[in-house]
């Protein structure tokens, strides 16, 4: 006899309405997968949600979840708001909420890697140009002969 009813060949309804997605994977709806919940996510949502202000919660959602650059950001407010808004304007915000986040996980601010500069005179020593340059100083004496 089936649960929930009290005569097999009486049904209340119709069994194959029973179920959810007839036409579904029948596996997934057996064994269906538990959601797997990672307790630094929550926390990072948490976090965000109730440590940060409503401008800075936009800012990190349209940065770290539409995945837009900060100079696009800033392009947008410029246009809603009509006002000029720099690059250093949102990256110091950008940095600002960089600094609450690390300072409440208590975990080391990632620094920013700057690019160095090449001098003018090592930039022409690139590729072939180097290899030759080398060669020559090296290996002058022998030339001249």
């Known amino acids: 006899m089936h649960v929930g009813y009290e005569n097999e060949d ?23 997968e538990e959601e797997i919940v990672n307790p630094d996510l929550e926390a990072m949502e948490i976090f965000v949600r109730t440590e940060l202000s409503e401008e800075q919660q936009n800012l990190f959602f349209a940065h770290m979840g539409e995945r837009k650059y900060l100079e696009d950001i800033g392009r947008d407010e410029e ?35 700057h690019k160095k500069r090449i001098a003018s005179s090592r930039r022409k020593r690139r590729g072939i140009d180097f290899f030759v340059l080398y060669w020559r100083k090296k290996y002058q004496s022998l030339l001249q002969i």
């Open 79 to 113: 246009e809603s708001t009509g006002r000029k808004i720099t690059k250093q304007a949102v990256h110091g915000r950008w940095d600002r909420i960089l600094t609450k986040t690390c300072k409440h996980f208590g975990v080391a601010k990632p620094k920013q890697e």
């Open 10 to 32: 009486n049904f209340d309804s119709d069994p194959i309405e029973s179920i959810p997605d007839p036409k579904g994977d029948i596996f997934t709806q057996l064994y269906p």
